[in-house]
């Protein structure tokens, strides 16, 4: 074996596998990655699966959390079926126990004066906690970075809202590419090109709003626009992606409550974003984020039935297509495009020009995962020095000049 040889180039193929040991494994251990909402964790201990690994969360006596291997390292019982207790997990079958740091405190079966629980060491990880949801860092201790304080979850005030996790069962990149591609809005999602509604307006296949692919501190942005009345004015709408996997919808409340073109004049004032972990190479749970600072009281009661997954579209008796009906809820036309369109390891592709979004997207995860590969910090995590820092992401939906010019000059059509 030749230990000079250069490593292989990678690929968009290697995005799929998030396991120990592979390329993007490693890179995804590199983040603090969400494992489960607050809410979810109550005072019994929670199975979960991050990025192929077997674990289980849960808070001792004295509320702080611990993420441990699933199975007991005796013989295997499932600790998800522990009892919680002050001081950590009791294993049921016979009783070892473990603090959140995997000592093993207690053995109750072995003869008094018996020393071997301290030679046992069960595999922990990291967990922290923000905004409502929990966090977990896999990867190796010496690399442990300061937990971004992402925006919504960290910044006071307004209203918050955390949906239940969803659980999918693709790969997760399937799901964050989706979001670098703009194009798609103007077929997949268009239901009625004529309702008067914004979003039928602006994102409409009779005519597709150019977009830009803008590379950004946290990532990456796509940024569709269309001429507004005024003159050097643009309808803007912007998509955002922070590594390794969240990403920020400019657009939701205009999307979600239907809102005529005009309403785009006043600007989001809701922030929603999506943090994707990937449960393993074929599934993936989501978890989503809305902080509101406008001034509607209501808007979360809005906002929660105006999501409701249900196609609008009829299903007519000799459809036996399993995805089927779908058309009618943006939730549903994404998981059947992207749980049909197969796993980026082996799908066959023919990229276009408006795939330019996707094309950034993987330039920049395949620096990021190259990064890791020769030691370096990839984008996104946080060095020391810059400690536990405030992370925004900016998906302006509004009007405004385009691109941005302090003259208010503005290009508005320029591909
Ligand atoms: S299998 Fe867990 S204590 Fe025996
Ligand atoms: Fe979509």
Same mark, same amino acid.
């Given at each position: 074996?030749?230990?000079?040889?250069?490593?292989?180039?990678?690929?968009?193929?290697?995005?799929?596998?998030?396991?120990?040991?592979?390329?993007?494994?490693?890179?995804?251990?590199?983040?603090?990655?969400?494992?489960?909402?607050?809410?979810?964790?109550?005072?019994?201990?929670?199975?979960?699966?991050?990025?192929? !690994?077997?674990?289980?969360?849960?808070?001792? /006596?004295?509320?702080?959390?611990?993420?441990?291997?699933?199975?007991?390292?005796?013989?295997?019982?499932?600790?998800?079926?522990? %009892?919680?207790?002050?001081?950590?997990?009791?294993?049921?079958?016979?009783?070892?126990?473990?603090?959140?740091?995997?000592?093993?405190?207690?053995?109750?079966?072995?003869?008094?004066?018996?020393?071997?629980?301290?030679?046992?060491?069960?595999?922990?990880?990291?967990?922290?906690?923000?905004?409502?949801?929990?966090?977990?860092?896999?990867?190796?201790?010496?690399?442990?970075?300061?937990?971004?304080?992402?925006?919504?979850?960290?910044?006071?005030? /307004?209203?918050?809202?955390?949906?239940?996790?969803?659980?999918?069962?693709?790969?997760?990149?399937?799901?964050?590419?989706?979001?670098?591609?703009?194009?798609?809005?103007?077929?997949?999602?268009?239901?009625?090109?004529?309702?008067?509604?914004?979003?039928?307006?602006?994102?409409?296949?009779? %005519?597709?709003?150019?977009?830009?692919?803008?590379?950004?501190?946290?990532?990456?942005?796509?940024?569709?626009?269309?001429?507004?009345?005024?003159? &050097?004015?643009?309808?803007?709408? !912007?998509?955002?992606?922070?590594?390794?996997?969240?990403?920020?919808?400019?657009?939701?409340?205009?999307?979600?409550?239907?809102?005529?073109?005009?309403?785009?004049?006043?600007?989001?004032?809701?922030?929603?974003?999506?943090?994707?972990?990937?449960?393993?190479?074929?599934?993936?749970?989501?978890?989503?984020?809305?902080?509101?600072?406008?001034?509607?009281?209501?808007?979360?009661?809005?906002?929660?039935?105006?999501?409701?997954?249900?196609?609008?579209?009829?299903?007519?008796?000799? +459809?036996?297509?399993?995805?089927?009906?779908?058309?009618?809820?943006?939730?549903?036309? %994404?998981?059947?495009?992207?749980?049909?369109? /197969?796993?980026?390891?082996?799908?066959?592709?023919?990229?276009?020009?408006? +795939?330019? &979004?996707?094309?950034?997207?993987?330039?920049?995860?395949?620096?990021?995962?190259?990064?890791?590969?020769? /030691?370096?910090?990839?984008?996104?995590?946080?060095?020391?020095?810059?400690?536990?820092?405030?992370?925004?992401?900016?998906?302006?939906?509004?009007?405004?000049?385009?691109?941005?010019?302090?003259? &208010?000059?503005? +290009?508005?059509?320029? %591909?």
């Amino acid at each position: 074996m030749n230990d000079n040889r250069e490593p292989e180039m990678l690929t968009a193929r290697d995005l799929a596998q998030v396991g120990r040991g592979t390329p993007a494994g490693e890179w995804f251990r590199r983040y603090w990655m969400v494992a489960a909402r607050s809410d979810d964790l109550r005072d019994i201990p929670m199975r979960v699966r991050v990025l192929g !690994e077997d674990l289980v969360l849960f808070r001792d /006596g004295a509320g702080r959390l611990g993420l441990l291997g699933l199975h007991c390292p005796h013989r295997g019982t499932s600790l998800e079926y522990g %009892d919680v207790g002050p001081s950590g997990l009791r294993c049921p079958y016979h009783g070892w126990l473990f603090d959140i740091s995997g000592a093993c405190l207690e053995q109750p079966a072995e003869p008094p004066g018996s020393v071997f629980h301290e030679k046992v060491r069960h595999l922990s990880y990291p967990v922290r906690e923000l905004g409502g949801l929990i966090f977990a860092y896999l990867g190796p201790p010496d690399h442990e970075p300061p937990l971004p304080q992402y925006a919504p979850l960290a910044e006071p005030g /307004g209203q918050r809202r955390i949906e239940a996790a969803r659980h999918y069962d693709y790969n997760w990149y399937n799901f964050i590419e989706n979001g670098a591609d703009p194009a798609h809005f103007s077929t997949l999602h268009l239901s009625d090109p004529d309702d008067g509604t914004w979003r039928s307006w602006f994102f409409n296949a009779r %005519d597709v709003p150019p977009f830009d692919a803008v590379e950004t501190d946290y990532g990456m942005k796509v940024v569709s626009r269309k001429p507004a009345a005024e003159k &050097g004015l643009s309808y803007v709408d !912007e998509k955002s992606y922070a590594l390794p996997s969240v990403m920020q919808i400019g657009d939701t409340e205009f999307t979600h409550f239907k809102e005529p073109r005009e309403a785009l004049a006043r600007g989001s004032s809701n922030a929603h974003w999506m943090f994707v972990t990937p449960d393993d190479d074929d599934h993936f749970t989501l978890y989503t984020v809305d902080h509101y600072t406008g001034p509607d009281p209501d808007f979360m009661t809005r906002l929660a039935p105006s999501r409701r997954p249900v196609a609008t579209a009829e299903k007519p008796e000799h +459809d036996h297509r399993p995805l089927s009906p779908y058309r009618g809820s943006v939730r549903l036309e %994404d998981i059947m495009t992207q749980s049909t369109q /197969g796993n980026v390891a082996c799908r066959q592709e023919r990229l276009a020009a408006s +795939d330019k &979004g996707i094309i950034l997207q993987r330039r920049l995860i395949l620096n990021a995962v190259d990064r890791v590969r020769q /030691g370096l910090r990839p984008q996104g995590v946080p060095s020391p020095e810059e400690g536990a820092r405030l992370v925004r992401m900016d998906s302006f939906t509004g009007i405004r000049a385009y691109p941005p010019k302090p003259d &208010g000059e503005t +290009d508005v059509r320029s %591909d």
